[in-house]
Structures are given as structure tokens and as C-alpha cells.
């Protein structure tokens, strides 16, 4: 396979998950012995990199949409590095950058491909000049989940040869070693004979921590010994307020909440299985990926890309978002039989190890950009 010069740009204002998609995809590039610049507004809101990832080259862009004046530095900058580093492939993950460089190319015919990343939940606006961009300017577009394609081709009449289904990859998870598992539950004061479900995720009703806690009175009439744990930061909600509505159901006392969690693989180490309740977004999921990588059975809502991952009866359950009835009852299935866990948890660490992989991941990318490059 040929060396690619690769740009991948994107203007995010925090670290969410659109960031941690260019980043692990421009990563894993790299790591593929690809030449790989990630040029980024601002790189304050990146994590620590881990490694090894080849020789991934991240620098900042004094970029501002509302300043033409930056405009003008940030496309001399990007001309430059296009002409010397001989860019064959422009990927944006934003819709800032998305505008800026479809323009650029027409303007100046640049002799680059565009490709478009985006994992918005929302959908594409259908006007005259987003069906031009999308369908004119724009190479190829790639979308983390299977609805997002299917918004492609019926809100801007995409054709569906340009529209590349791509999930997020994610690196393999060590199996568990069981005295670490212990000693964290001795560390958040877990009686080894109680069962855990576990919850993930910024605190923010989008992501339906009050159906998961209503779901746990319901649970806890047929399984008194089962712990819920919450882990995130505050957001637009806030853990005192998830705390008051846990105490006037009477099971505040059968939950943990950690607040944000830097050791995700230890703490989804000691859950007896993971769940996602989401009612909107999810179009990475990226932590619903790790509760598989970790071999857990997983219970989702059906939002977005969350079905893209679960198997129903296989590796977990699915459930209709903003229902605790029904989450109940999935929870409850699953903590009654410790051998149906175990089998659809190793399911789940199969579905990742075979389709998730970042060396995955890299491969269905370049062969997006191989097919522009062959034309």
C-alpha cells in the first residue's frame, strides 16, 4: 500500500466525542506508517496522547470564523502544508473547516480530496447550499452510525456511493485481573456478593440518568443486593440533583456516584454488565465500546448509533429510550443469570476484537481515500 499524506482538521470547543473521533482515527494513520498532520483551532482540549502512535504531527491554527483576518492566516498556513507536505487527502471533522476548505479548493483548484467526517446527531439543514457543498464540493463523506447515512440521502439527496458507514475503533482491553478487581470494590465499598450495573457519561439529561435511577427501584424489589454505580461530571444536570431524585425514590443508598473517572477500564472491570439510556445523541458511542472491550453484556436505548453495536440476545438488550419498565426488566434478566452474562459479555469483546479494532478502523478509512485517489 502506497504512503498517504494525510491533513485532518477540526475546530472543536471541547474534547467530545466528534474530537476523540479525529484524533484516534488521525492516530491510528499514523500508526499504519501513513503521513498524518492534525491541524486543530485549538489542541488546550486534548488528552495526554497515548502510544505508540507513529509520528502523528498535531499543530494549532489560528482559525476564527468571525475573524477574516485569522481566515487569511489559517489558509496561508494550510496552503503551505497542503503544497509542501504534498496533502493528497483534506478530512474535516467540522463544519467550520468543512465551509472554509471546500471553498478554498474550488477557489484556488487545489488538487486535493475533500472528505467530510460528521457525527452530529442532528441532521444535515436541507437548502440550496448545503446540497452544492455536500454533493459538489465534498468528495466523500464518512458517518460514525448507519442512520446518519441514511439522513445523507434523504434530507440532501446524497448519492449513496459517497455516503462510507465507519464506526469509531477502540484499542483492546486487557482481560481483568481479578485481585484488581477486588481491591476496587473493597476501594467503593462493594460486599463481594453484591451484583453492579454501571453508567457512564457526562451528566446531562440527553444521556437519562433519571430512567436509569427510576429503573433501579424496580430492580431492587426482585434483587435487594444489587449496587448502581454513576460515573461523570457535571453538566447541564448536576450529581446532587440525580442524588435528591434517587433519595425520594428510597434507593439512594444502593447507588455510588464517582463523579468523572479517569481509570475507565478499572472501573468497567468490576460491573457486571454496562448501560447506555440515552435518548439522543449517541452517534459515537464511544463508552458503550468500551463496556465491550471490557466483556461486558450491554443494555442500550434505541438512539442513534447505539443499535449499530448490540445484538439483541447475543451481547445484550436493547430498550426503548425513556422507559424504566422496560430497562427493569432487561437489567433484571441479565443479573438472574450469571451464565447468560458471562456468554454475551464474551460476545462483546468478540464484536470488538474482530470489527472495532483500531487497525480496522484505519483500514475501512484508507480505503475510502484509496478509491478518491484511484479515480
Same mark, same amino acid.
Given at each position: 500500500?502506497?504512503? #498517504?499524506? @494525510?491533513?485532518? /482538521?477540526?475546530?472543536?470547543?471541547?474534547?467530545? &466525542?466528534?474530537?476523540?473521533?479525529?484524533? %484516534? =482515527?488521525?492516530?491510528?494513520l499514523?500508526?499504519?506508517?501513513?503521513?498524518?498532520?492534525?491541524?486543530?483551532?485549538?489542541?488546550?482540549?486534548?488528552?495526554?496522547?497515548?502510544?505508540?502512535?507513529?509520528? #502523528?504531527? @498535531?499543530?494549532? /491554527?489560528?482559525?476564527?470564523?468571525?475573524d477574516? &483576518?485569522?481566515?487569511?492566516?489559517?489558509? %496561508? =498556513?494550510?496552503?503551505?502544508?497542503?503544497?509542501?507536505?504534498?496533502?493528497?487527502?483534506?478530512?474535516?471533522?467540522?463544519?467550520?473547516?468543512?465551509?472554509?476548505v471546500?471553498?478554498?479548493?474550488?477557489?484556488?483548484?487545489?488538487?486535493?480530496?475533500?472528505?467530510?467526517?460528521?457525527?452530529? &446527531?442532528?441532521?444535515?439543514?436541507?437548502?440550496?447550499?448545503?446540497?452544492?457543498?455536500?454533493?459538489?464540493?465534498?468528495?466523500?463523506?464518512?458517518?460514525?452510525?448507519?442512520?446518519?447515512?441514511?439522513?445523507?440521502?434523504?434530507?440532501?439527496?446524497?448519492?449513496?456511493?459517497?455516503?462510507?458507514?465507519?464506526?469509531?475503533?477502540?484499542?483492546?482491553?486487557?482481560?481483568?485481573?481479578?485481585r484488581?478487581?477486588?481491591?476496587?470494590?473493597?476501594?467503593?465499598?462493594?460486599?463481594?456478593?453484591?451484583?453492579?450495573?454501571?453508567?457512564?457519561?457526562?451528566?446531562?439529561?440527553?444521556?437519562?440518568?433519571?430512567?436509569?435511577?427510576?429503573?433501579?427501584?424496580?430492580?431492587?424489589?426482585?434483587?435487594?443486593?444489587?449496587?448502581?454505580?454513576?460515573?461523570?461530571?457535571?453538566?447541564?444536570?448536576?450529581?446532587?440533583?440525580?442524588?435528591?431524585?434517587?433519595?425520594?425514590?428510597?434507593?439512594?443508598?444502593?447507588?455510588?456516584?464517582?463523579?468523572?473517572?479517569?481509570?475507565?477500564?478499572?472501573?468497567?472491570?468490576?460491573?457486571?454488565l454496562?448501560?447506555?439510556?440515552?435518548?439522543?445523541?449517541?452517534?459515537i458511542?464511544?463508552?458503550l465500546?468500551?463496556?465491550?472491550?471490557?466483556?461486558?453484556?450491554?443494555?442500550?436505548?434505541?438512539?442513534?448509533?447505539?443499535p449499530?453495536?448490540?445484538?439483541?440476545?447475543?451481547?445484550?438488550?436493547?430498550?426503548?429510550?425513556?422507559?424504566?419498565?422496560?430497562?427493569?426488566?432487561?437489567i433484571?434478566?441479565?443479573?438472574?443469570?450469571?451464565?447468560?452474562?458471562?456468554?454475551?459479555?464474551?460476545?462483546?469483546?468478540?464484536?470488538?476484537?474482530?470489527?472495532?479494532?483500531?487497525?480496522?478502523?484505519?483500514?475501512?478509512?484508507?480505503?475510502?481515500?484509496?478509491?478518491?485517489?484511484?479515480?
Amino acid at each position: 500500500m502506497p504512503r #498517504l499524506n @494525510i491533513l485532518h /482538521l477540526a475546530d472543536f470547543r471541547w474534547y467530545n &466525542a466528534t474530537a476523540h473521533y479525529a484524533l %484516534t =482515527v488521525a492516530q491510528a494513520l499514523s500508526q499504519k506508517g501513513h503521513n498524518v498532520f492534525l491541524g486543530l483551532a485549538s489542541a488546550r482540549n486534548l488528552p495526554a496522547l497515548g502510544g505508540p502512535f507513529g509520528k #502523528l504531527q @498535531i499543530f494549532n /491554527l489560528d482559525y476564527n470564523m468571525y475573524d477574516p &483576518a485569522s481566515m487569511v492566516r489559517s489558509a %496561508t =498556513v494550510m496552503s503551505k502544508l497542503i503544497q509542501s507536505a504534498r496533502i493528497q487527502i483534506v478530512n474535516v471533522h467540522t463544519a467550520g473547516f468543512h465551509v472554509w476548505v471546500a471553498l478554498a479548493k474550488k477557489l484556488k483548484n487545489m488538487e486535493v480530496k475533500l472528505v467530510r467526517t460528521r457525527g452530529e &446527531a442532528y441532521p444535515p439543514k436541507r437548502n440550496p447550499f448545503n446540497m452544492y457543498l455536500y454533493s459538489g464540493l465534498t468528495d466523500q463523506i464518512i458517518v460514525p452510525a448507519r442512520i446518519l447515512a441514511e439522513r445523507y440521502a434523504e434530507e440532501l439527496g446524497v448519492e449513496c456511493e459517497k455516503i462510507n458507514h465507519i464506526p469509531l475503533g477502540i484499542r483492546y482491553f486487557s482481560m481483568s485481573d481479578q485481585r484488581k478487581v477486588q481491591a476496587w470494590k473493597e476501594k467503593l465499598g462493594m460486599k463481594p456478593e453484591e451484583k453492579i450495573v454501571g453508567m457512564v457519561g457526562r451528566l446531562s439529561p440527553v444521556k437519562g440518568h433519571v430512567y436509569f435511577i427510576q429503573s433501579a427501584e424496580l430492580v431492587l424489589d426482585k434483587d435487594p443486593l444489587t449496587k448502581f454505580i454513576i460515573a461523570g461530571q457535571d453538566a447541564q444536570i448536576s450529581q446532587a440533583r440525580l442524588k435528591r431524585i434517587a433519595y425520594r425514590l428510597g434507593v439512594l443508598d444502593r447507588f455510588v456516584f464517582l463523579g468523572k473517572v479517569r481509570e475507565i477500564e478499572q472501573l468497567t472491570s468490576i460491573f457486571d454488565l454496562g448501560v447506555i439510556c440515552s435518548v439522543g445523541s449517541e452517534t459515537i458511542c464511544r463508552v458503550l465500546q468500551e463496556f465491550m472491550a471490557a466483556g461486558k453484556p450491554v443494555i442500550g436505548t434505541r438512539v442513534n448509533g447505539i443499535p449499530d453495536f448490540i445484538e439483541p440476545q447475543k451481547n445484550g438488550y436493547l430498550v426503548e429510550p425513556a422507559d424504566s419498565q422496560q430497562l427493569a426488566c432487561a437489567i433484571t434478566r441479565l443479573l438472574n443469570d450469571a451464565e447468560l452474562r458471562e456468554r454475551m459479555g464474551n460476545y462483546s469483546r468478540t464484536i470488538i476484537q474482530n470489527e472495532y479494532s483500531l487497525d480496522k478502523f484505519a483500514e475501512r478509512t484508507l480505503k475510502v481515500y484509496l478509491k478518491l485517489l484511484e479515480k
